[in-house]
């Protein structure tokens, strides 16, 4: 399909809640790289500052993605976080860059400050000797920028709701039924701390959560599935914590009742997704995996989900997350953290002893609801390329299926292209690599009929296809939930 120019541009944003039917680049990327410091005693805004987005969406973004890189000069980027799960009580370490905005184009960046207990908090972690890793990474000073996608920059969402209470009481688990029938391409859920259009944002993220109790406990977790969205909020922790370990003394925020809002697209094409599975036996070199395809790491979106493959969320999709906020051995904790470059993705696990898991769901969190403690997740990595992921037309939208299946070779290098969870003496596997261009030629399916009915059906659409290439249709993604 040939992408019309004009939708590399940045359309104008003067005309709110208005949406294409292609994704653009972002409205706002920042000018600059900002300077961060965990830590830090010199300047305030080493560990939090709050600017003005350089180009406004004149309503609530969208999308935000805050980028974080090492210092030391590094090619790996970091996702920024929209939660924290750790305050400063405990000596074990934590990591990650926090964020939040508001409508009026507002951004706040906070990384780890101690507040009156351990200064164990730095701005990148990767969990040391308690995750496994291709490397590993313990950065006090980094590197951030924010990007910033309006409604009119993305197609239009196949599902949006309704603000919608949530709290730490009364109503710690929500789900919502969004109707699609097949696995979405993605879901963002955004965490308003208040009722106003004047109030700060977070983005729901992450499968990660912990054991921790009462003020130590915070954030929120989300999974989707080809029917449902559920949201766990920790029971009688907070939703959102910034009171303990975090940004500056002024910078306070601990919310216990909120509300939240879900975002869904599905039937898009062009994304290029790659899957790979995860468990104890995934080796560390296979924990650094090449991308589907290119990925220019100022304009595209990388957007990463595990799945568990059994247990109550069986086939759920959860995010990872940008850094370990959960070491301790001392307690349950769960997820996976990633960085990417504009070739390849990182992967970090915890070491999957009983204690800890790759999705972690405790009776704590949701008031018990759907608990999980997964030790193997199907992973999916996909690539949102600017200006080339657009609705796939109604007429042309199938039931689900596989579009491509290749066979790799593994390599003993740390780039190996090998993912799978055998022995690294297997030399060959398989790995589903999903392709949703208008271009793929389509295998025409038929359901019911006779022989001679389906030898004229073929006859025809294959007289079709040869005389009109572009009536092809387009196969979303498999539902793993299956």
Not at 33 to 50: E, L, T
Not at 136 to 161: K, L
Not at 321 to 327: D, E, F, H, I, T
Request: overall charge neutral; glycine content about 8%; charged content about 20%.
């Amino acid at each position: 399909m040939t992408i019309p120019i004009d939708l590399y541009a940045r359309r104008d944003c003067r005309v709110t809640s208005t949406a294409g039917n292609c994704t653009t680049n972002p409205k706002a990327i920042s000018g600059t790289w900002f300077p961060v410091k965990a830590q830090s005693s010199i300047q305030d805004n080493d560990v939090s500052f709050i600017t003005e987005m350089e180009e406004s969406c004149n309503e609530l973004p969208l999308k935000v993605d805050v980028q974080v890189r090492l210092h030391t000069g590094s090619d790996f980027i970091f996702p920024g976080s929209g939660i924290t799960q750790r305050t400063d009580d405990s000596d074990s370490p934590y990591g990650g860059v926090v964020y939040k905005y508001k409508a009026d184009s507002s951004i706040r960046i906070m990384v780890p400050k101690r507040e009156n207990g351990k200064a164990s908090g730095v701005s990148v972690f990767s969990g040391e000797s308690s995750w496994n890793g291709v490397t590993q990474v313990n950065e006090t000073v980094a590197d951030v920028r924010y990007r910033v996608w309006c409604r009119c920059n993305f197609p239009t969402p196949a599902f949006e709701s309704n603000w919608t209470n949530i709290d730490v009481k009364n109503k710690n688990y929500l789900e919502f039924s969004h109707g699609l029938g097949i696995m979405p391409d993605m879901v963002i859920v955004q965490l308003r701390h208040g009722s106003t259009d004047q109030d700060w944002v977070t983005d729901v993220m992450g499968s990660m959560s912990t054991s921790r109790t009462g003020k130590e406990k915070s954030g929120l977790i989300y999974a989707y599935n080809s029917r449902t969205v559920r949201i766990w909020a920790p029971d009688k922790g907070n939703l959102f914590n910034l009171a303990d370990g975090w940004g500056l003394s002024t910078d306070k925020d601990t919310i216990i009742s909120g509300q939240v809002k879900i975002y869904v697209w599905s039937y898009l094409m062009n994304i290029k997704s790659k899957i790979i599975t995860i468990d104890s036996s995934t080796s560390i070199p296979n924990l650094q995996v090449p991308l589907p395809v290119q990925l220019n790491v100022d304009q595209d979106i990388l957007y990463f989900t595990i799945s568990p493959t059994s247990g109550e969320n069986r086939g759920f999709a959860f995010s990872g997350m940008g850094s370990v906020q959960n070491a301790d051995p001392n307690t349950q904790y769960g997820g996976v953290m990633y960085s990417y470059s504009s070739d390849k993705i990182r992967l970090w696990r915890p070491k999957l002893d009983g204690r800890h898991f790759l999705v972690y769901v405790s009776s704590d969190w949701g008031g018990g609801h759907h608990t999980q403690s997964a030790e193997s997740v199907i992973a999916r990595i996909s690539v949102w390329k600017a200006g080339q992921i657009c609705l796939i037309p109604p007429s042309q939208r199938t039931t689900p299926t596989t579009t491509k299946s290749y066979t790799t070779t593994l390599m003993t290098s740390y780039s190996s292209i090998n993912v799978g969870n055998s022995s690294v003496r297997d030399l060959k596997k398989e790995e589903l690599w999903y392709d949703r261009s208008v271009t793929v030629p389509v295998l025409w399916l038929v359901v019911g009929g006779g022989g001679l009915l389906l030898i004229i059906f073929l006859s025809i659409s294959i007289y079709c296809l040869c005389k009109e290439k572009s009536s092809n249709e387009v196969f979303p993604h498999n539902d793993a939930d299956a």
